[in-house]
Antibody
Framework: DVQLVQSGGGLVQPGRSLRLSCTAS????????VSWVRQAPGKGLEWIGF??????????DYAASVKGRFTISRDDSKNLAYLQMNSLKTADTAVYYC?????????WGQGTLVTVSS | EIVLTQSPGTLSLSPGQRATLSCRAS???????LAWHQHKPGQAPRLLIY???SRATGIPDRFSGSGSGTDFTLTISRLEPEDFAVYYC?????????FGPGTKVDIK
């Protein structure tokens, strides 16, 4: 059974950094692209970005709202993907989800809440 | 950036009724790369439909997707109690990938 399990959320002050992790059971995450999506309180879903698998160059793409502040990376030896969030703003407060895939998001993590507040 | 508009914002129906949800794109979606996701409070979203009309693994056949270009539809033929949720369309034909604002299907 495929599962994506997330960790690393919490409360952080504006301007600080936080890293979220996403690991998989039941599949080799290294064989797939990984995407991140978030949902701010009372809002809809927002695509953040993705990282391709190493087989496809491991390249990344980001939404304009996070480009230059957020970095998606992966450690295939640990079956992990990361979302490094720097220079956090109150507007980044949201539940963050990792998903399998670059185009078709067929498996999702359980979500982790990030609260940016002083 | 492709902007997706969903209508109606809220759909109030009874179990057993048919639900028709619309998603309109501001420009043509490349290769009809349009998905529908179901989202319930406190849960992860669930992929229902991809490539506009292909049902994801394990999705009941009461869910169907149709459309092309800029106009897409998700149809739930007979609503079951577990189908009351928010439904988002999402395009992945061109970056940045974007979601619609959602349609809430609630119990009448």
């Amino acid at each position: 059974d495929v599962q994506l399990v997330q960790s690393g959320g919490g409360l952080v002050q504006p301007g600080r950094s936080l890293r979220l992790s996403c690991t998989a059971s039941g599949l080799n995450l290294g064989d797939y692209a990984v995407s991140w999506v978030r949902q701010a309180p009372g809002k809809g879903l927002e695509w953040i970005g993705f990282i391709r698998s190493k087989a496809y160059g491991g390249t990344t793409d980001y939404a304009a709202s996070v480009k230059g502040r957020f970095t998606i990376s992966r450690d295939d030896s640990k079956n992990l993907a990361y979302l490094q969030m720097n220079s956090l703003k109150t507007a980044d407060t949201a539940v963050y989800y990792c998903t399998r895939g670059r185009l078709r998001f067929d498996y999702w993590g359980q979500g982790t809440l990030v609260t940016v507040s002083s | 950036e492709i902007v997706l508009t969903q209508s109606p914002g809220t759909l109030s129906l009874s179990p057993g009724q048919r639900a028709t949800l619309s998603c309109r794109a501001s420009q043509s979606v490349s290769s009809n790369y349009l998905a529908w996701h179901q989202h319930k409070p406190g849960q992860a979203p669930r992929l229902l439909i991809y490539d506009a009309s292909s049902r994801a693994t394990g999705i009941p056949d009461r869910f169907s997707g149709s459309g092309s270009g800029t106009d897409f539809t998700l149809t739930i033929s007979r609503l079951e109690p577990e189908d009351f949720a928010v439904y988002y369309c999402q395009q992945y034909g061109s970056s940045p990938f974007t979601f619609g604002p959602g349609t809430k299907v609630d119990i009448k």
